[in-house]
């Protein structure tokens, strides 16, 4: 029996394995920060015996509260996924599964690998509709790449999507997946109808760094990238550095950063409330855009997520607080779920990929409806 993680995105401590019915790991920290929660393995060698993975500590993770009605992913191929049997004993996670083949991958939550993150890039370009870019490097020299669609002109509003400054929340890019692969369709005709309106911004993953080292939420620096808006360094967040100097040249009507939590099992957004430029109008646009989103795709909800901020109690370090309050525009984090969406749960897949696609698809629609009063 052999567990492995010299992989893209691979992340895991063995601890001891003493049989098929005590294997101890412990989740490993991100490569340059104390953040512990994302993991990717591979096993090998247990086809047909029930295998007891414990992972030890688990109280010392970044959200404990996240496991809590947690249930882990595997595959045998790396593109289907499904949820298996995980608890909660004392301070240790368990996994009880017997897998049905010698080669079997567990993860926290679905991946999506820098090669798929590349093809995704290609996939864009080869439509035709879309520029790629080259914003500058990252930490560890891999590209920073912006996708524009759009005719580019003066008049067209201005849509930024961001997503995945936490590498681990990889429900993030596939969720800009599934926007791009609808927003690049010439026969949609919500798509043709945004773009005649609006240019697109799109960097499909804002961290690459941290994607291929296995880290949950920093950077190959240690940067909480989430953290770097107000002050990014090109020594330590080059990432948020090069997207906003991007954002000042171009401008913002409307941003949407794209995430995934822990705890929270359900699909919702944080708005910009507690900025200082917030205003009745972009209230009302907030408004407007959350009961678009509720139309286009029943995934959403607004009656759970984080508590509002106080008026002027915004953190400006983060992303949809300091786009909104410097462009005085429509800015809003979006929140998916590592563990299933309790509105419409799925007992064999939880929150997935494709289930965060079909959101991406759905977010379209949702700003089609309000795109003629962003500006």
């Known amino acids: ?39 990717y393995f591979r096993l090998q060698g247990a086809a047909y015996e029930t295998c007891r ?6 109280q010392n993770t970044a959200y404990p509260k996240g496991w809590e009605g947690y249930q882990a992913v595997a595959s045998y191929d790396r593109v289907n996924w499904f949820r298996v049997p995980t608890y909660l004993d004392g301070d240790e996670l368990v996994i009880e599964h017997a897998p049905l083949a010698g080669s079997i991958y567990y993860a926290y939550f679905e991946p999506y690998s820098h090669e798929q993150h590349l093809n995704l890039i290609g996939m864009a370009q080869s439509s035709g509709l879309c520029q790629v870019s080259d914003l ?27 997503a995945r400054q936490h590498p681990g929340e990889t429900m ?35 961290n690459p760094d941290g994607s291929v080292l296995g880290n949950l939420r920093t950077n190959a620096a240690g940067a909480n990238l989430n953290r770097e808006w107000l002050n990014p360094s090109l020594e330590t967040s080059p990432e948020v550095f090069h997207v906003r100097n991007k954002m000042l040249e171009t401008g913002v009507d409307l941003f949407l950063d794209i995430h995934g939590d822990e705890a929270i099992p359900y699909v919702f957004v944080a708005g910009t409330e507690g900025v200082p430029s917030y205003s009745p109008r972009i209230a009302e646009l907030e408004e407007q855009f959350k009961q678009q989103l509720k139309v286009a795709s029943p995934d959403f909800q607004d009656e759970h997520g984080y508590t509002r901020d106080e008026p002027g109690a915004a953190n400006l370090s983060m992303a949809t607080a300091w786009v909104g309050n410097q462009f005085q525009c429509l800015a809003y984090t979006l929140e998916m779920p590592f563990k299933d969406n309790d509105n419409l749960p799925d007992d064999d897949t939880g929150w997935n990929g494709q289930r965060s696609l079909r959101l991406g698809e759905a977010m379209l629609s949702a700003i089609y409806g309000v795109l003629k009063t962003l500006r």
């Open 1 to 39: 029996m052999k567990i492995s993680s010299n992989f893209d995105a691979g992340s895991i401590e063995v601890v001891a394995i003493n049989g098929f019915e005590d294997i101890q790991l412990r989740i490993r920290k991100d490569n340059a920060s104390d953040f512990a929660q994302w993991f």
């Open 53 to 58: 993975i414990r992972f030890l500590d688990i």
């Open 136 to 162: 500058g490097s990252t930490v560890q020299q891999r590209d920073i790449n912006l996708l524009t669609i759009g005719h580019e002109v003066e008049s067209d509003l201005k849509i930024w999507v961001t």
């Open 172 to 206: 993030a890019e596939w969720f800009v997946e599934g926007f791009l692969t609808r927003l690049l369709d010439s026969q949609d005709p919500t798509s043709r109808a945004l773009l005649d309106r609006a240019t697109f911004y799109v960097v499909p993953t804002m």
